[in-house]
């Protein structure tokens, strides 16, 4: 069972980057495995921002962050990496990384929580002056 954990989070300012990570935990390498990121803010729905596939590394952001949010990997660090740019206070949330299963595993199945299986605890952004 692929585990995944989430680090990079923190306080930053307005105007700001981050770079969040997630890697696979122990064994358990993300080669090949579509990893999709997504958040929560406190009192509203999880949201997907972005992912990246296994098989050919195409990407995918929801409109709310494109221009801003970098995804990539480097499957030879075992790590999928998240870039934030010019952070606003309203992307304050725990980000979540995630991958889906099954036969498909490689492809980005959408930006909807319910489509990935293995997930990571989360790492908090906190974007404030």
């Known amino acids: 069972q692929l585990q995944l954990v989430e680090s990079g989070g923190g306080l930053v300012q307005p105007g700001g980057s981050l770079r969040l990570s997630c890697s696979g935990s122990g064994k358990n390498t993300l080669d090949y495995y579509a990893i999709g990121w997504f958040r929560q803010a406190p009192g509203k729905e999880r949201e997907g921002v972005s992912c990246?596939?296994?098989?050919?590394?195409?990407?995918y952001y929801a409109d709310s962050v494109k221009g801003r949010f970098t995804i990539s990997r480097d499957n030879a660090k075992n790590t999928v990496t998240l870039q934030i740019d010019s952070l606003k206070t309203e992307d304050t949330a725990v980000y979540y990384c995630?991958?889906?299963?099954?036969?498909?595993?490689?492809?980005?199945?959408?930006?909807?929580?319910?489509?990935?299986?293995?997930r990571g605890q989360g790492t908090q952004v906190t974007v404030s002056s």
């Open positions: 995630a991958a889906p299963s099954g036969q498909t595993y490689y492809y980005c199945p959408g930006l909807t929580w319910d489509q990935y299986s293995y």
């Open positions: 990246i596939s296994g098989s050919d590394g195409n990407t």
